[in-house]
């Protein structure tokens, strides 16, 4: 049976669930591979990269902080989301050929799907708060599917302008809110978000919380927080009292791990309840 080896490389990197996530598909599917860790610190990391790709010894690898830019010079190719998101999250390599690709946007799409299967996404309107690497694939992501306007807001206003640039085409509409009118531009303005994600790092376990009332968002919306530890944050608990619908955020990086498991393995993996336990668990 051929061996396959893949890992991610970040810095850290000690703590990526990605390993346990790899590691109990190779099992529950009976390959013969790993997935491990490879920590580069950031001043070696064109040398050290650039000796695993030449190696020829890894199928690929996931890419994770901070270096999901600094590994697109090193893609032979970069696929259209990678190129559009413009990071890439996911490496392939196939007789010394280095493909970048990025899964990111297809993990929210599809852990809010599995979440939400009722939410009617075309010709919706949604709110992104935050306008770092993490928002611009959730904008890829709603834009792919229809969304027709995407309002952003972020504490430093230039960043989310420059998204609103960069995501606006002829289906889709990107605005710019003040930070300090997220909570009440819709209600404001009588603009029907129908859903509002959190992309920033705020609410996350060590980080400051984030402020946000839910109380004006319209009562049938949805809130949708990617921060995963914890996995039911503020904002998730205030939208439930509110009756508001949730998604919470682990189902992402579950799922943007599928696709790169198939691109090295063959086989695009399912979700099982002992999966989704045993990463829940090690998330807290
Ligand atoms: P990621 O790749 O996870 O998106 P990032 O690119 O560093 O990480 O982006 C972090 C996001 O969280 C940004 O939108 C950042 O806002 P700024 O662009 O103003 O820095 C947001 N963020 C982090 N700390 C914040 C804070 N204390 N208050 C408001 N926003 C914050």
Known sequence: MQQIKA???????????????????????????SYEHIEII???FDRVIGHIIDENEYDG?????????SIMTFCDVLEDTAKDIGAVNTVIINN????????????????????????????????????GGAARAVIYGLRDEGVSDIYITNRTSSKAAELATDFQNDSCNCHVVPWEERASFS????????????TTSLG????????????????????????YAPLHTQILNDAVARDLKIVTGLGMLLH??????EAWFGIMPDLDDALINKITKAAQ
């Open 256 to 261: 943007q791990a599928r696709p790169a498991f």
């Open 61 to 69: 690898f996931n890419i994770t902080a901070p270096y999901k830019q």
């Open 204 to 227: 996350m376990l060590g980080k400051s919380p984030l402020e946000f009332d839910v109380g004006k968002l319209p009562d049938d919306s949805y809130v949708y927080d990617i921060v």
């Open 7 to 33: 890992g991610v490389v970040g810095y850290p990197v000690i703590q990526s669930l990605s390993p346990l996530i790899h590691g109990h598909w190779i099992a529950q599917y009976g390959l013969s591979g």
């Open 42 to 44: 950031p001043d070696q």
């Open 96 to 131: 010394g050929h280095v493909t970048g690709r990025n899964t990111d946007a297809f993990g929210f799409i599809a852990n809010l799907k599995m979440q939400q299967p009722a939410l009617e996404l075309k010709g919706s309107k949604a709110l992104i708060l935050g306008a």
């Open 187 to 198: 209600a404001t303005h009588g603009i029907d978000i129908a859903l509002t994600v959190n």
